[in-house]
């Protein structure tokens, strides 16, 4: 089954303590991306990447890192989580920017910072 | 004011009303979906539109290029339905996809 596969889907963290969310999706997709969804705001993309070893910053990067280092994993780094980033978190891959075609979500992570 | 913007916030219908959820936005477009969300947090995609309209089942979705506006409608709506309609729009160019989100429709759909 074509599937975005995030984990963990809950995680409890205190402030400080490194932590990732795994992001791995089976389709073959070049392009990646990381979401954080937040109570009267929306989504808003932290980072993305359109192929192996390329990522960029979204529209807030703040507090975290992304690596992909294979097409199918795209991992997102708190290295020093701070209550702000309690959040849901959502990673999304697409077969291309190039190409019009739709996304396909991860089941989300619920993350809280205490 | 926001680049996406949806209407209404929130709505509550009876069992099979027909349903509309707007969507208008104010940059140029390479392409708009619409997506549901549901309790529990999962996100779906249901349309990607560049012109025109689109159908899958009981949802259909139209888009207006020249006004900038996007509509998905629900037909002889049912409580599975409830959820949270986002609507999403791909700005052209550029290195990021520059997905930009609405914040959102609450749909509730009572039996």
């Known amino acids: 089954e074509a599937q975005v596969t995030q984990n963990p889907r809950y995680l409890i963290t205190v402030t400080g303590k490194k932590l990732t969310v795994t992001c791995s999706q089976n389709?073959?997709?070049?392009?990646m991306s990381w979401y954080r969804q937040d109570p009267g705001l929306g989504l808003r993309q932290i980072y993305y990447?359109?192929?192996?070893?390329?990522?960029d910053k979204g529209d807030v990067p703040e507090g975290y890192k992304v690596s992909r280092k294979e097409k199918r994993n795209f991992p997102l780094i708190l290295e020093s989580p701070s209550p702000n980033q309690t959040s849901l978190y959502f990673c999304?891959?697409?077969?291309?920017?190039?190409?019009?075609?739709?996304?396909?979500f991860g089941s989300g992570t619920r993350l809280t910072v205490v | 004011k926001n680049e996406v913007e949806q209407s209404p916030q929130n709505l509550t219908a009876q069992e099979g009303e027909f349903i509309t959820i707007n969507c208008s936005y104010s940059?140029?477009?390479?392409?708009l979906h619409w997506l549901q969300q549901h309790p529990g947090g999962g996100i779906v995609s249901l349309f990607m539109?560049?012109?025109g309209k689109k159908k899958h089942g009981r949802l259909i979705a139209t888009i207006n290029i020249q006004e900038k506006h996007s509509s998905l409608h629900i037909t002889a709506s049912h409580p599975r339905d409830s959820a949270v309609y986002i609507c999403?729009?791909?700005?052209?160019?550029?290195?990021?996809?520059?997905?930009?989100f609405g914040k959102g429709t609450h749909l509730i759909i009572q039996p």
């Open positions: 999304a891959s697409s077969p291309s920017i190039g190409v019009q075609r739709g996304y396909t």
């Open positions: 389709m073959n997709h070049e392009y």
């Open positions: 990447s359109m192929n192996v070893e390329v990522t």
């Open positions: 940059v140029g477009i390479s392409a």
């Open positions: 539109l560049s012109s």
């Open positions: 999403a729009v791909n700005r052209p160019g550029g290195g990021a996809d520059g997905l930009t």
